[in-house]
């Protein structure tokens, strides 16, 4: 399985940006699939997770009620929609998949890693 994350950039504070994460070698549907961020001299933070067979998604309280993963069956190719931006958002965002359920706040949990896609809110 590979992952391929990409849709990052610069936007001002309040501003959108939708980051997607493209799966080969397996179908999207098949694995939980987790979104990660990391800044330098961080560990890598947990944003989001979407166990597909469960139908259950959780986010981290930093991100709620402004992100939100979704999936195109399609095109095989996980999103991450992130509105009402804010600097502390600010970091490198990889896309995860594993077969674990549980546990998926956890990255250790997970085998497949994008490559990460860099995200700078401006103030």
């Known amino acids: 399985v590979q992952l391929q994350a990409s849709g990052g950039g610069l936007v001002q504070a309040g501003g959108s940006l939708r980051l997607s994460c493209a799966v080969s070698?397996?179908?999207?549907?098949?694995?939980?699939t987790g979104w990660f961020r990391q800044v330098p001299g961080k560990e890598r933070e947990f944003v989001v997770y979407a166990s597909w067979g469960l139908g259950g998604t959780y986010y981290a309280d930093s991100v709620k009620g402004r992100f939100t993963i979704s999936r195109d069956n399609a095109k095989n190719t996980v999103y991450l929609q992130m509105n009402s931006l804010k600097p502390e958002d600010t970091g490198v965002y990889f896309c995860a998949a594993t077969w674990y359920k549980v546990g998926l706040q956890n990255p250790n949990r997970y085998d497949h890693w994008g490559q990460g896609t860099l995200v700078t809110v401006s103030s």
């Open positions: 070698g397996g179908t999207s549907t098949s694995f939980s």
